[in-house]
C-alpha cells in the first residue's frame, strides 16, 4: 500500500486528493502540501479520513527535498503550477523518489509549452532507478491514452488526429479561466501550431475555427490551437500524417479575451507602474475567480475526445472516442468543477499504476508509452467513462 505527496491545493490538488482517498487499499498515506498551509487544510477537512497537510514551496528545492524526506513517499504527484515541474523534478531525483504531474514546464517568463526541458532529465531519472510520468491529466493525459488504446485495438496505422476538446458550462461570471489563469491564457493567446506531412504549420491565434457537433453537448465552434501532448504524440504515432488540437470558446469569453490582450493586461514581461515591477498577467490572475471557487454554480458538461482515422486490415477507418463529464455532478461528488475533476482523475489513475507497478520504467515517459488498457479500465470505474465510435 502506498504512500503519496500531492504538491498543489488548486482545483486539480483538491481533486486528486478526494479521489487517492476513495482508493485506500492502494493510497493508504496520504499528504497534501502547498504554497498556503490554510488550502490543504480546507480541502482535508471534506475528506472523511486523515489527511495530512504541509506548507512548502516547491521552488525551493532543499525545502522539498527535506519535507520528502521526512515523509518518504513512493510517488510525489505535482499538480502545482509548471514553472514548478523542473523543481520538484531536482527534488525527487535528490531524494530518488518517483515523480507525475499533469503539464509541461514553463519557463516563468516565455511561453513555450514543450517537453525539451523535462525530456533532458531522461538519463538522470534513468541513472537514478525512478520513473517520471510527465503530463497524467486530460489533455494532455486521456488523449494520449485514447491514441495509444486506439493504435493498440483498432488500427493497424494511425495517420490523423484531432484531438477536440469542448467546455459547454456555464459557470455564471462574465470571464474566469477553468484553470490557472496565467497558464491558460498564455496557451490561448500564443500563435496556432499543428503537425502536417513531418513539419509544424503556424497559424495566427484561434485564426482558424470550425463548427463540431459534440455528443451530449450539440453543435460549437471549435479553434485550432498548440497543445503540448501533440508533441510527444506525433513522436510517438509512427504514421502520422497530419495531428491538431481544437478547443470550443463561446464568442464573450473571446471578446475579454480580445480587449484584455489589446489594453496589454495578457503580457507576461515585467512592466513598471509606480516605482514597482509588476507582470499584467499575474496581476491579472490576482483579480479573477480561482478556478478552484467556480464549482458550485458551473452547469453543463465537457466532452473530450480524440477523431482518429487510418487504416485497418487494408481497410480505411475512421473512429471517434470521448468522454463526458457533468460540472454539477462533479462538484456533488468531489466539491470541484469538471475541469479540475477531468485532470485530477487521470492523475489520481497514473499515480496508482506507477504505485502498484503496473506502469512502470526508469527514467521520462510520456503516457503513450505504457500499455493504455489498465487506464482505459480504471476510466470507467473512477468517474471518466468514455464511448468509442465507428464512423
Ligand atoms: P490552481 O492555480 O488552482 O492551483 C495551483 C496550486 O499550486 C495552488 O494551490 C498554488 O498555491 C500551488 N502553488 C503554486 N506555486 C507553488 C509553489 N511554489 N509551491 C507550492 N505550491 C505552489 O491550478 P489548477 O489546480 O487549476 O492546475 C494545477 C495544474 O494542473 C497546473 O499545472 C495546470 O496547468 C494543470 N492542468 C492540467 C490539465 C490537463 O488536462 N492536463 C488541465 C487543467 C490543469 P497558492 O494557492 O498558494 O497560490
Redesign the pocket.
Known amino acids: 500500500m502506498a504512500n503519496v505527496l500531492i504538491?498543489?491545493?488548486?482545483?486539480?490538488?483538491g481533486v486528486v486528493t478526494h479521489k487517492c482517498a476513495q482508493v485506500p487499499e492502494v493510497f493508504e498515506r496520504i499528504t497534501l502540501?502547498?504554497?498556503?498551509l490554510e488550502?490543504c487544510d480546507a480541502i482535508a477537512s471534506q475528506i472523511d479520513r486523515p489527511i495530512r497537510t504541509e506548507q512548502?514551496?516547491?521552488?525551493n528545492v532543499p525545502e522539498l527535498a527535506a519535507l520528502i524526506r521526512e515523509i518518504k513517499p513512493d510517488l510525489v504527484v505535482n499538480?502545482?503550477?509548471?514553472?514548478?515541474d523542473l523543481h520538484i523534478m531536482d527534488a525527487c531525483l535528490e531524494t530518488k523518489t518517483d515523480y507525475l504531474?499533469?503539464?509541461n514546464y514553463e519557463p516563468p517568463d516565455e511561453a513555450k509549452f514543450c517537453y525539451k526541458w523535462q525530456w533532458d532529465y531522461q538519463e538522470r531519472f534513468r541513472e537514478a532507478g525512478v520513473m517520471a510520468l510527465l503530463?497524467s491529466?486530460?489533455?494532455?493525459?486521456v488523449t494520449n491514452v485514447f491514441c495509444a488504446h486506439a493504435a493498440k485495438e483498432h488500427f493497424d496505422e494511425i495517420h490523423y488526429v484531432d484531438i477536440m476538446d469542448c467546455n459547454a458550462g456555464d459557470h455564471g461570471h462574465p470571464f474566469a479561466t477553468?484553470?490557472?489563469p496565467e497558464?491558460n491564457i498564455r496557451e490561448i493567446t500564443q500563435r496556432g501550431k499543428y503537425f502536417e506531412s513531418g513539419d509544424w504549420v503556424e497559424t495566427d491565434p484561434l485564426s482558424v475555427h470550425k463548427t463540431f457537433d459534440f455528443p451530449g453537448i450539440g453543435p460549437r465552434e471549435m479553434y485550432l490551437m498548440y497543445h503540448e501532448e501533440m508533441e510527444s504524440l506525433t513522436k510517438h504515432i509512427p504514421h502520422i500524417k497530419r495531428m491538431r488540437f481544437w478547443m470550443t470558446f463561446g464568442q464573450e469569453y473571446l471578446t475579454h479575451l480580445r480587449v484584455l490582450e489589446n489594453v496589454g493586461m495578457t503580457r507576461i514581461d515585467p512592466v513598471v507602474f509606480e516605482g514597482h515591477e509588476i507582470v499584467p498577467l499575474k496581476f491579472l490572475k490576482a483579480l479573477l475567480p480561482?478556478?478552484?471557487s467556480l464549482g458550485e454554480n458551473y452547469s453543463g458538461k465537457t466532452c473530450i475526445g480524440c477523431m482518429i482515422e487510418g487504416v485497418k486490415d487494408g481497410q480505411p477507418r475512421k473512429y471517434y472516442v470521448y468522454n463526458i463529464c457533468d460540472h454539477a455532478q462533479a462538484y456533488k461528488e468531489v466539491k470541484a468543477q469538471a475541469?479540475?475533476y477531468?485532470?485530477g482523475v487521470?492523475a489520481m489513475i497514473g499515480a496508482m499504476l506507477m504505485v502498484t507497478g503496473v506502469w512502470r520504467g526508469e527514467g521520462v515517459f510520456n503516457m503513450e508509452q505504457f500499455d493504455p488498457s489498465p487506464f482505459m479500465e480504471k476510466l470507467n470505474i473512477h468517474g471518466l467513462p468514455w464511448t468509442e465510435k465507428f464512423l
Open positions: 504538491i498543489g491545493a488548486g482545483g486539480v490538488g502540501a502547498s504554497r498556503t488550502k512548502v514551496d516547491a521552488d499538480v502545482a503550477l509548471p514553472y514548478q504531474d499533469t503539464a503530463g491529466g486530460f489533455d494532455p493525459g477553468n484553470f490557472n497558464i480561482e478556478p478552484s475541469i479540475s477531468t485532470t487521470p
